[in-house]
Antibody
Framework: QVQLQESGPGLVKPSGTLSLTCAVS?????????WSWVRQSPGKGLEWIGE???????NYNPSLKSRVTLSVDKSKNQFSLKLRSVTAADTAVYYC??????????????????WGQGTLVTVSS | DIQLTQSPSFLSASVGDRVTITCRAS??????LAWYQQKPGKAPQVLIY???TLQSGVPSRFRGSGSGTEFTLTISSLQPEDFATYSC?????????FGQGTKVEIK
C-alpha cells in the first residue's frame, strides 16, 4: 500500500522559504512515477505546484516557477518542495501526491493517487 | 492555462437523490479528466479518471462522462457518506488545473 506523508514547519515568516518533505512508503520513489505537490488555500480550490521524476526532471506551474524548487532524495525515498519569498498568499494546506500514468492499450490514463494527508503552512510574522 | 469551471459551486440534496455536477474546460482536453472527492480536513481521493473510468473500490453509483470540453459526474443515489466537495482536474496540458469545486451538502 503506497502512502505519502508531508512534514515541515507549520509557520514561516514573510519573505522566508517554505520547505516541505514528502516521505514515500510502500513503493520505491524510483518506480517510474512522477511525484507532485498541490496546495489549497483556506476555503479555496486546489492549485498544482509542480512535479518531479525520479531522475530529477521537473515541471512547474508558471505562476510559481520563479520561486519553486523540487528535489528528490532516492536514498531516503522522499521528495521535497522549497518555495522562496513567501507571502501571506502562500498560506495553504500543502499536499504531496503520486501522479499515476498507465497505458491501457494505446491510451494513456493519468490521475493523482494517493495523496498525503496534507500539512497546513501559515505565513505570518 | 486551461480553465475548468464547475457548476454548480454548491448543491443541497437529500439522501437518495440523483446528483449531477458539470465541469467545463476552456479548451479541449480529450478525456484527460479526473474527478476527486474531498471531505473536510482530508486529502482528495480519486473517484474517476480518463473522464469515465471508475477507480478501483469506488462505488458504482458514481459515473463520469464526457470528452472535449464538457464533462459530468453523476451520483445515481446520494448516500450519507457522499456529502463532500467534488473537484475536476485536467491532465491534458501543463499546468495541471482543477475546477473550483462543488460542495454537496445535506438538504
Amino acid at each position: 500500500q503506497v502512502q505519502l506523508q508531508e512534514s515541515g514547519p507549520g509557520l514561516v515568516k514573510p519573505s522566508g522559504t517554505l520547505s516541505l518533505t514528502c516521505a514515500v512508503s510502500g513503493v520505491s520513489i524510483s518506480s517510474r512515477n512522477w511525484w507532485s505537490w498541490v496546495r489549497q488555500s483556506p476555503g479555496k480550490g486546489l492549485e498544482w505546484i509542480g512535479e518531479i521524476y525520479e531522475d530529477g526532471s521537473t515541471n512547474y506551474n508558471p505562476s510559481l516557477k520563479s520561486r519553486v524548487t523540487l528535489s528528490v532524495d532516492k536514498s531516503k525515498n522522499q521528495f521535497s518542495l522549497k518555495l522562496r519569498s513567501v507571502t501571506a498568499a502562500d498560506t495553504a494546506v500543502y499536499y504531496c501526491a503520486r501522479y499515476v500514468l498507465v497505458w491501457f492499450g494505446d491510451s494513456l490514463f493519468s490521475w493523482f493517487d494517493p495523496w498525503g494527508q496534507g500539512t497546513l503552512v501559515t505565513v505570518s510574522s | 492555462d486551461i480553465q475548468l469551471t464547475q457548476s454548480p459551486s454548491f448543491l443541497s440534496a437529500s439522501v437518495g437523490d440523483r446528483v449531477t455536477i458539470t465541469c467545463r474546460a476552456s479548451q479541449g482536453i480529450s478525456t484527460y479528466l479526473a474527478w476527486y472527492q474531498q471531505k473536510p480536513g482530508k486529502a482528495p481521493q480519486v473517484l474517476i479518471y480518463a473522464a469515465s473510468t471508475l477507480q478501483s473500490g469506488v462505488p458504482s453509483r458514481f459515473r463520469g462522462s464526457g470528452s472535449g470540453t464538457e464533462f459530468t459526474l453523476t451520483i445515481s443515489s446520494l448516500q450519507p457518506e457522499d456529502f463532500a466537495t467534488y473537484s475536476c482536474q485536467q491532465l491534458n496540458n501543463y499546468p495541471r488545473t482543477f475546477g473550483q469545486g462543488t460542495k454537496v451538502e445535506i438538504k
